[in-house]
């Protein structure tokens, strides 16, 4: 046993993030809808699709009715939402923005599954996302909540990361310490941070772009995909 995987072995339970953790390889929803827009021929600049992106996100977290949304209709309302404060009305592309989004989110969402389903065999395992309120409905769509000990959706607990406190309560659901517990985000500061200040062992699942804090201070494992988490533990 390395050094490294030493750090792993008392731990019980693994806590995931949702967006940019289980549904892409480290890809921030802001990034992929950017490539997005090129990709459809908008040239949109970055600061207007920032701009309308967490627009639309701040709708989506307000409105109730999101959480019954499954990925398809949430995306086809998140962007249908982009496009409005763009002013742009263009069907096909708003449709091809949805497709280009959740097709690709659905296969990394499908291997994800089959991979939790390998890792319930050794961990509890959990999910503390900042979401709109459905994280738990996306999850039980791609089948992955059959494999989860707890699911905390900011919009739902009312407490979002990196307010520890919504770490603490995921622990304190599934009876685990936090020391027993592996956080794997792609956010330092919202994930890796706060989990590392409450003892947690962390994994940092780095994608394409960056985005690192100032002094981010160290993290125990880096990877580029989540399967490279089980073959670290393996």
Known sequence: MTIMEDKFRKCR???????GTLDSDGEHWLDRFF??????GLDCPRDEIERVFYLADRICCKNPLVDRLGLRELMKYHVRLQFEALKL???????SLVEG????????LQRNSLLLGRLKNRYRLGVVSNFYGN???LCDEAGLSEHLDVILDSTRVGLSKPDPEIFLLAAKKMNVEP?????????HERDIMPARGLGMKTVWLKGANMRLPENPGP????????PELELFLS
């Open 13 to 19: 339970a693994i806590l995931l993030d949702f967006g």
């Open 35 to 40: 490539e997005l827009y090129q990709q459809a």
């Open 89 to 95: 009305r263009d069907r096909t592309r708003e449709d």
């Open 101 to 108: 989004f959740c097709s690709k989110t659905e296969k990394i």
């Open 135 to 137: 994280v738990e409905t």
């Open 179 to 187: 020391a027993e517990i592996i956080f794997v985000g792609d956010s």
């Open 219 to 226: 993290v125990d494992c880096r990877i580029s995909s989540l």
